[in-house]
């Protein structure tokens, strides 16, 4: 599987360690986005990284504090739902932190995810 630009700017901060989507938003990856752009770009990267197996997340309702739980499967499917939970307005506000008012996922890289990022051809876009 090819990745997309986005995916693959996205996969390269994914590979350095597991973080939050809160992490990611307020991550250089999306430096200089709207509010909007940021959701879409992290959306529809994630997804991208979920289908081809490169990432894994488990559903955060109050990180730190209660028990992370793991998808139902490791599919689109399910990590849409796991998002829209989340994400309900569909705005990840810079600065939210994590917690028992803004729930996150976990999100961390596959051992295929290295593989696939040096796949990537830089000169394609």
């Not at 700017?9 to 939050?20: A, K, P, Y």
């Amino acid at each position: 599987m090819s990745l997309s630009k986005p995916a693959y700017e996205l996969g390269s901060v994914v590979i350095c360690g597991g973080e939050t989507v809160h992490d990611f938003a307020n991550s250089i990856a999306c430096d200089g986005l709207t509010a909007p752009e940021r959701e879409r770009f992290l959306r529809e990267s994630f997804t991208e990284l979920v289908a081809g197996g490169f990432v894994m997340w488990t559903l955060e309702r109050d990180y730190g504090n209660e028990p992370a739980m793991k998808p139902s499967a490791a599919s689109v499917k399910s990590f849409l739902v796991d998002w829209r939970r989340c994400f309900p307005g569909g705005i990840i506000r810079r600065g939210d932190i994590p917690d028992a008012r803004n729930w996150t996922l976990f999100i961390g890289p596959t051992d295929s995810l290295a593989e696939a990022l040096g796949e990537y051809d830089t000169n394609a876009d």
